[in-house]
């Protein structure tokens, strides 16, 4: 199963770094005020030694990821923590306009995969998809970013469906891929995860 990197070690990891942090923070200043130094370059000393390991850890999982590019048809599972959306390009189609653009119309086909929800998730509980973003991106690094009201459908486990998503790019773009990725800020700082910095990132190849 390829995925976005997003699991729930990792969310549990950055959720209690940053109260951990915050908390250090605190102690500090109250050390530092109340004159209590000792307890204050203790306190310090956590904190750095805390941060320095997050971001170790950080930047290792992302200088060992590569970048890959999905064949048509093979799905890319996006993390919702307690299960996953499979998503895959289905087809496309190209129309010329006249101002030197192509009209690219991708195919997507979205599916709750029913294989990944957690123990304690009802069976029959609806899913609102987390923020997404979309775009074609091209052989230069050029994205061509595209409407994503179509991906936040609500969906039951086992329940799939395709949706068309309209770009439009200049006709001497070559080598398009597709971008699509959870688009949540706070991903761009969990181990692991797609969106992080240095990671590689998984797009998808188009038919043709």
Request: with cysteine; charged share 20%; glycine share 8%.
């Amino acid at each position: 199963m390829i995925t976005d990197g997003l699991n729930p070690l990792t969310v549990l990891l950055f959720v209690g770094t940053v109260l951990a942090a915050a908390t250090l923070i605190v102690l500090y200043i109250v050390a530092r005020v109340t004159q209590r130094e000792p307890f204050a370059r203790i306190t310090l000393r956590v904190l750095l030694g805390g941060v320095g390991l997050y971001l170790l850890l950080f930047l290792g999982a992302s200088v060992f990821s590569h970048s890959r590019v999905l064949a048509v048809g093979a799905e890319k599972h996006i993390c919702e923590i307690d299960c996953h959306l499979a998503y895959a390009v289905a087809a496309t189609k190209s129309e010329s306009l006249a101002n030197g653009m192509v009209r690219h119309t991708v195919t997507v086909k979205v599916r709750f995969d029913e294989e990944t929800i957690s123990s304690h998730r009802p069976r029959d509980a609806t899913l609102t998809p987390n923020s997404r973003y979309v775009a074609l991106v091209d052989d230069a690094g050029n994205r061509y970013p595209g409407s994503t009201d179509g991906l936040r459908r609500k969906l039951i486990p086992g329940e799939s469906y395709t949706t068309d998503i309209v770009f439009e790019v200049p006709a001497s773009a070559n080598g398009l891929r597709l971008i699509l990725r959870n688009n949540d800020p706070e991903t761009a700082f969990i181990i692991g995860h797609e969106n992080s910095l240095f990671h590689g990132r998984t797009t998808f190849r188009l038919p043709g």
